[in-house]
């Protein structure tokens, strides 16, 4: 403390307990639509309860040892998560050797909430307790479709061809608010902020590759669009 020329000391102790709970399940199915194809899906579900509580207990003191703070701050947080994703795969092959064609579509939607609840409780100086609150909501959405050709040329030679296309969405809600001396709810507008983003990517690729003895030589194509949007919705931009 330069104006009193001694020390000032903090110190604080953190204690937490944490109970989460999952619940997972999956299905599968393959089957064989024909003698050279074959159709595979796949389901796949994560739910996930988190409960946290946390006290953080926080004290200080003047250059004469005197104590100028004490208090906790408590929080307690609910969380939860669900995360839901499909898959298609479809396989077919060509009587000639080798040759063949993959195709595959994914889904996938993730949605998580965080309420973070917390409360100041003073012992020195003695004061109200004050609460403030950090609700955190996200959203993401992403779909991706692929196909896949294999063709042998003879001599040593295969040709590859392709397209891979992606859709992803994100939805993130950051809010904060407290309760005022006059006990009203109100908006912190330091700690709320919510983004959308989407983006979407579609590619087509080629290859060639043949071999020459001991080597080979592989050359390959690639076009790639990508279309991304944003939107800043707290600040509107």
Known sequence: DPAAGGFVATAQRTTEDA????????LGLDRKLAERTRLGAEARYNHRDFRRGSTVTNLSRGAAGELTGDYDRQRLDLEWQKDLEFTAKLQHAFAAEDRELTVELRHGRATEQEDNRYTNVYRA?????LLDFTLIRQKETNTELSADYAHPLGGEAKLEAGYNGQRSEGDMDFRGSFIDPAGALRVDAARTNRFIHAAAVHALYGTLARKFGPFAVLAGLRFEHAVIDTNQVTARL
Do not use: G, K, L, M
């Not at 109970?19 to 999956?26: K, L, Q, T, V």
């Not at 100086?125 to 307790?129: D, G, N, T």
């Open 19 to 26: 109970r989460p709970f999952s619940r997972i399940a999956s």
């Open 125 to 129: 100086p003695a004061r109200a307790p």
